[in-house]
């Protein structure tokens, strides 16, 4: 577990700096999970996983089509905790003043950047392959994004910025749905992942928690 996030905190002095224009100082201080009693907020730039509040599952994707739908890069949710296709990078919406190591306030509209093959968490008004509800795929790359890929943060609670283990929902903007999942499960090409849809009603259902992952520190302001 050590050397995977050792991993990550070198992806994120390699790559990320360039897309934010931070200075290296700043990612090569990433660091991995809280210390006990600490909250630690989610910035622009960490690396995450997203828990499924109800089944523990973790949103995750691979370089695997739906069969059906859109023909995009299929979003599961994955029952095993080390798994690097569920890591995603929390990026903010195109053309704001946005930076690396800013903290993330309720309602805010965010991107999330799957790790491994750089595409967007994604819907549209495809039917998911399983419930029929709204598909969530992933789409595009490091030059190629839209509306499709905008989600917006709600935090459950008191809570004004998005912090680690917090219960979080994401809505996406375009279509209204909420990001969800469900003990609905692949028997095929996924087998054993359960299936992850956009739903318009609220439910216990799109609930989600930042559980592991590199969390860049919060940049002070001067």
């Known amino acids: 577990m050590a ?7 070198l992806f994120l002095f390699l790559t990320l ?8 100082s700043a990612s090569a201080s990433a660091s991995a999970a809280s210390s006990e009693g600490v909250e630690v907020q989610i910035t622009y730039g960490s690396v995450i996983k997203l828990m499924h509040e109800k089944t523990k599952f973790r949103l995750h994707s691979h370089d695997v089509p739906y069969g059906s739908g859109s023909g995009q890069q299929s979003v599961t949710g994955f029952p095993n905790v080390d798994d690097s296709n569920s890591y995603w990078i929390v990026r903010p919406e195109p053309g704001t003043s946005a930076k690396q ?8 509209i965010i991107r999330l950047q799957h790790m491994r093959t750089r595409k967007w968490l994604h819907s549209h008004l495809h039917a998911s392959p399983i419930s029929g509800n709204l598909e969530v795929s992933c789409f595009g790359g490091e030059t190629e994004s839209d509306t499709g890929d905008y989600w917006r943060l709600f935090i459950e609670g008191s809570g004004k910025t998005w912090k680690q283990d917090q219960r ?15 003990d609905k499960k692949y028997s095929r090409i996924a087998g054993g992942q359960q299936e992850v849809c956009g739903v318009r009603e609220k439910r216990a259902d799109n609930v989600w928690l930042a559980a592991e992952g590199v969390y860049l520190p919060v940049t002070e302001t001067k």
């Open 101 to 108: 190591g800013d903290t993330i306030k309720s309602g805010t």
């Open 168 to 182: 979080v929902r994401l809505q996406h903007v375009d279509t209204g749905g909420y990001l969800h999942s469900h």
């Open 17 to 24: 700096d360039s897309d934010f224009g931070a200075s290296p």
């Open 3 to 9: 050397l995977g996030f050792f991993g990550l905190a």
